[in-house]
């Protein structure tokens, strides 16, 4: 992204229900038109499987987290899905957040 953002998906669970690899993800990015980002299984996790879908973050929805390389630290956090109490922000949202994070640092 040129806002020098790497985007990772993380599959918690697949369409049909199926456990979230890393391959059943790179499925899901190709049927969403997704042409950048790293794929994660979340089924797949080490050391522990389920991490992201176990988080305090998910809560039965998805969520963007913007992470600093040189931190290491989770700065910035939105949540979007179907249950009450999303943030649902926009691709261009999400753009404004992290430059927003850099700007930051």
């Known amino acids: ?3 020098g953002a790497q985007i990772v998906w ?8 199926q456990d979230g690899t890393a391959v059943e993800c790179e ?8 042409t950048q980002g790293w794929c994660v299984g979340d089924d ?12 305090p973050f ?11 390389r040189s931190t290491m630290r989770i700065e910035y956090v939105t949540t979007h ?12 949202d999400i753009l404004a957040a992290v430059q927003e ?5």
């Open 10 to 17: 993380v599959l918690e669970q697949g369409p049909q229900f």
């Open 27 to 34: 499925e899901v990015m190709q049927e969403l038109g997704a």
């Open 81 to 92: 899905g179907t249950p009450s109490g999303n943030d649902n922000l926009t691709g261009d």
């Open 44 to 55: 797949e996790t080490q050391p522990v499987a389920d991490v992201f879908d176990d988080s």
């Open 58 to 68: 998910a809560e039965g929805r998805g969520f963007d987290f913007i992470v600093p």
């Open 101 to 105: 994070v850099i700007a930051g640092q």
């Open 1 to 3: 992204m040129a806002a």
